[in-house]
């Protein structure tokens, strides 16, 4: 690990202040996967702010009866909200679905938007990775590629976004707010928040360099029925080969996005349209153009067939 220099802040304001004047800086809470990469010295920031202290660790509802959720919220303590198991099912599933219970005690909300990809050439520093070294090359183009993206690629990276949490909040429609280091504030809809790769990989959020996440809002409920299915090579400790997230209403109408597909939560709004009509329609519809390798075109048929499962099981318990 290189050496840094630490900092705690007062006001998140102040520290995107902090952050802004220090380039290269990086905000740290509960470290679990910064930690990570700063031990393999795929980022090495000269600077850390601590955010853990901000108070930003509350789940309240909102006017329009909504919820907003602190930045600093911990994933056990989302998942197991009374009013995110009652109201927003999807979401509470997800978050369990993502990783251990150890890891979800210290893992935040907006740091789980935040984490980087598990692509296997990203955490190997002896192989190209446009991602952490940009203009390197993409060594997994090429490479071994069953885990990686089939849809959103580009000739400079073909990875996926990890997080199984932001798989439902896509779904539900978040909102990201954001301040910046003047003390203004954001909001950052979730569908604009993660980018497809293009020709700047290492590039993963629309999130300004210095600007702090203080909070993710959800609308109202959506009602119906709320269903999360993750497929992985192994019951734990494993990132979705492919996931869906999917709510159905009484009337058969729905919305539904994928994990595990591309390069951020992967939802087409016109394919929501064809949930009546089965799987296959709105796999069609929402992997339409995917340019999957040999080794990971399974995927799209494994998503249609995860999709079914999930359909199906939301229409048994409505």
């Not at 679990?32 to 010295?41: F, G, H, I, S, V």
């Not at 990809?117 to 090359?137: H, I, L, M, V």
Request: aromatic letters at 4%.
């Amino acid at each position: 690990m290189r050496p840094f220099t630490y900092e705690r802040v007062s006001t998140p304001a102040a520290a995107a202040a902090a952050a802004r004047a220090r380039p290269g800086a990086k905000f740290i809470a509960g470290g679990t996967n910064l930690l990570d990469l700063m031990k393999l010295e795929i980022e090495a920031p000269p600077h850390l702010i601590d955010v853990g202290p901000l108070g930003l660790d509350r789940i309240e509802e909102t006017e329009d009866g909504g919820l907003r959720i602190g930045a600093l919220v911990t994933n056990t303590d989302l998942a197991s909200n009374d009013r995110v198991r009652r109201d927003y099912g999807v979401l509470s599933r997800a978050i369990v679905a993502g990783a251990s219970g150890q890891l979800r005690n210290k893992a935040t909300t907006a740091g789980n938007l935040l984490q980087r990809t598990r692509c296997p050439y990203f955490y190997d520093t002896n192989q190209a990775c446009n991602k952490r070294k940009p203009g390197s090359g993409c060594s997994a183009i090429g490479g071994v590629s069953r885990q990686l993206a089939v849809i959103g690629v580009s000739e400079s990276c073909i990875a996926t976004h990890p997080s199984d949490m932001a798989v439902a909040m896509r779904l539900l429609d978040a909102q990201v707010e954001t301040v910046t280091a003047a003390g203004e504030a954001k909001v950052i809809p979730i569908a604009d928040f993660h980018r497809l790769p293009g020709d700047q990989p290492h590039i993963d959020t629309t999130l300004p360099p210095g600007d702090l996440i203080t909070a993710v809002t959800l609308p109202r409920p959506l009602g119906g029925a709320h269903v999360y299915r993750k497929v992985r090579d192994r019951a734990s400790y494993a990132f979705a080969l492919v996931s869906v997230a999917t709510v159905v209403q009484s009337d058969g109408s729905g919305r539904v996005a994928f994990g595990g597909l591309a390069h951020r939560p992967w939802r087409v709004e016109a394919a929501d349209a064809a949930v009546p009509q089965g799987a296959k329609a709105v796999a069609d519809l929402a992997l339409a153009g995917f340019q999957a390798t040999e080794q990971n075109r399974f995927k799209v048929t494994l998503a249609e067939r995860t999709l079914a499962a999930a359909l199906s099981d939301a229409r048994m318990s409505r």
